[in-house]
């Protein structure tokens, strides 16, 4: 898989603005795709999900785009805030387990 | 309900020393996982526990073991600790339902001189 080695993909919005963070996922197969954030210190976190037989699924300010045509997924948040700031994480289902991409630092400007 | 909790929150270990990592979860998930996470890169699964009683390598399980306790508990061994194995590792466990979610501990940072 690709790695970013030490230097994450960062991210920079300003507050109130829509942010928009994209993943390349790497198995055609891979049935079920999840969004995770993870803040500084701590363990990631579930923020939605969506299977493969869907393109499109919103949740509370966020929404996940799926496009298996080139294998891409991209996490949409709306109006963003302070407290968004984090490193979000793709994770595909592939078999038994989950594949996670390398993560996006979202840094939020006042 | 506590979740996913890990002991402990740092380490510190020489090379060629050896420690256990623990990991508990109350939420009486039949899965349970380790990875490991490095400077701005993704989680990479080490071991995996897909029930009580069974154990299989991951990604990267060179220089680790682990034991599956019981249906609570799932812990990391490193045997002889090496510099490469300085990280934060993550135990998780899984809720295979509707929606199939991991939920993370808090993280352990190890660091090996």
């Known amino acids: 898989g690709e790695s970013v080695g030490l230097h994450l993909p960062t991210l920079s919005v300003q507050e109130g603005d829509n942010s928009i963070i994209n993943c390349a996922y790497s198995?055609?197969?891979?049935?079920?795709f999840i969004w995770y954030k993870q803040e500084s210190g701590k363990g990631p976190q579930f923020i939605i999900d969506?299977?493969?037989?869907?393109d499109k699924r919103q949740g509370q300010r966020v929404t996940v785009l799926l496009n298996k045509t080139v294998k891409h997924l991209s996490l949409q948040i709306a109006a963003t805030q302070p407290g968004d700031s984090a490193v979000y994480f793709c994770a595909e289902r592939s078999g038994q387990n989950f594949v996670f991409g390398p993560g996006t630092r979202l840094s939020v400007l006042p | 309900n506590a979740g996913v909790t890990q002991t402990p929150k740092f380490q510190v270990l020489k090379t060629g020393q050896s420690m256990t990592l623990q990991c508990a979860q109350d939420m009486n998930h039949n899965s349970m996982y380790w990875y490991r996470q490095d400077p701005g890169m993704g989680l990479r699964l080490i071991y995996y526990s897909a029930s009580e009683g069974t154990t299989d390598k991951g990604e990267v399980p060179n220089g680790y073991n682990v034991s599956r306790l019981n249906k609570r508990e799932f812990s990391l061994r490193l045997e002889s600790a090496a510099p490469s194995q300085t990280s934060v590792y993550f135990c998780a466990s899984r809720n295979r339902g509707p929606r199939d979610e991991q939920y993370f501990g808090p993280g352990t940072r190890l660091t090996v001189t």
């Open positions: 969506i299977r493969s037989n869907m």
């Open positions: 198995n055609s197969a891979s049935d079920y």
